[in-house]
């Protein structure tokens, strides 16, 4: 059995609409694995936009070293999942 609590804290569709919002992207865009730099085209600005939202959407600090992680949608469900999963 999967734990129910963290599945329901994190949404992976809910995760991708947030990233497609920040974006200004079609949610279809965001796929698991698109580089938000490479094949998204996200600069410096954009990434932080996508940091500050992460952590007020879900209640989480992420720290600088973290922040290599949220290069693909995959990516950064991961961390959350991780973070979210009691390892604050």
């Not at 599945?7 to 947030?18: G, I, M, N, T, V």
């Not at 490479?38 to 996508?50: N, P, Q």
């Amino acid at each position: 059995m999967t734990d129910t609590n963290t599945a329901s804290a994190l949404d992976k569709e809910q995760l991708r609409d947030l990233v497609a919002e920040v974006l200004d992207l079609d949610v279809a865009d965001v796929t698991d694995d698109a580089h938000f730099v490479d094949d998204l085209d996200v600069d410096s600005l954009m990434a932080l936009e996508i940091t500050v939202r992460l952590e007020r959407e879900y209640g989480v600090r992420l720290a600088e070293n973290e922040l290599s992680a949220i290069t693909t949608l995959q990516g950064t469900y991961d961390l959350l999942q991780g973070k979210l999963g009691g390892t604050r």
